[in-house]
């Protein structure tokens, strides 16, 4: 069955650093999304990515984020500058833009970014 | 008030037993209703989906949802020691065409003891 991928699983880095975090989506699926989750918090909507370019982004989702798709398969996450408090859960998601149905959105398993 | 509330539990209930899990939500412009189900440091795995009011069955597993109320539930029959796991509902105000942001409950722990 096909799944959402994510690398790393886990990054720690110094605060002030830029990270990337990557995810490879459903290969037939037009739609990507960005979550995080705080740990112990709920699940958090960051920004949604169609047809190369961002469709709806949270207020979360500040200068210091971008998306991006460099390739035909991979879809990136980057904080350019890491501060304590993006220490979260991030997970991508994917699904198909599918109309007239549900357009059911698959998560990737995560990569839990630490920042110090 | 928080568009979507969910108890946070933790829930435990022993093997066999029939499990309610519920959320509230406060807008109304919510039309598609989901239940994931996440397992302690994974990414949630989708479980069910409506769009209407009423029942959907999925073997052990129906969703309900009232939107007159605002109120969904998720029901787990004969439950087992693998349902233990985090149970998040989530919703949407677009139902086709993609790009929908869910906005998730807090989550319900569930414990199934043997």
């Known amino acids: 069955e096909p799944e959402v991928t994510q690398t790393p699983s886990h990054q720690v880095t110094q605060m002030g650093q830029e990270v990337i975090l990557r995810c490879v989506p459903i290969?037939?699926?037009?739609?990507f999304y960005w979550y995080r989750q705080i740990l112990g918090q709920k699940v958090e909507f960051l920004v949604s990515?169609?047809?190369?370019?961002?469709?709806?982004k949270s207020e979360i989702f500040d200068d210091q984020f971008s998306v991006e798709r460099p390739d035909g398969s991979n879809f990136t996450l980057k904080i350019r500058s890491t501060k304590l408090e993006d220490s979260a859960m991030y997970f991508c998601?994917?699904?198909?833009?599918?109309?007239?149905?549900?357009?059911?959105?698959?998560f990737g398993p995560g990569t839990r970014l630490t920042v110090l | 008030q928080k568009e979507v509330e969910q108890d946070p539990g933790p829930l435990s209930v022993p093997e066999g037993a029939i499990v309610s899990l519920n959320c509230t939500y406060s807008?109304?412009?919510?039309?598609?209703f989901m239940w994931y189900r996440q397992y302690s440091r994974k990414g949630p795995e989708l479980l069910m989906y409506?769009?209407?009011?009423g029942n959907k069955e999925d073997g052990r597993f129906t969703a309900q949802v009232d939107k007159s109320s605002k109120y969904i539930s998720l029901f787990i029959r004969d439950s087992q020691p693998s349902d233990s796991a985090t149970y998040l509902c989530?919703?949407?105000?677009?139902?086709?065409?993609?790009?929908?942001?869910?906005?998730f409950g807090t989550g319900t722990q569930l414990k199934v003891e043997l």
């Open positions: 290969s037939n699926h037009l739609y």
């Open positions: 998601a994917s699904s198909e833009a599918k109309q007239g149905g549900a357009d059911t959105q698959y």
């Open positions: 989530a919703m949407s105000d677009i139902l086709t065409g993609g790009g929908n942001k869910l906005t």
């Open positions: 409506t769009y209407s009011s």
């Open positions: 807008n109304s412009a919510f039309q598609y």
């Open positions: 990515f169609y047809n190369n370019e961002i469709s709806e």
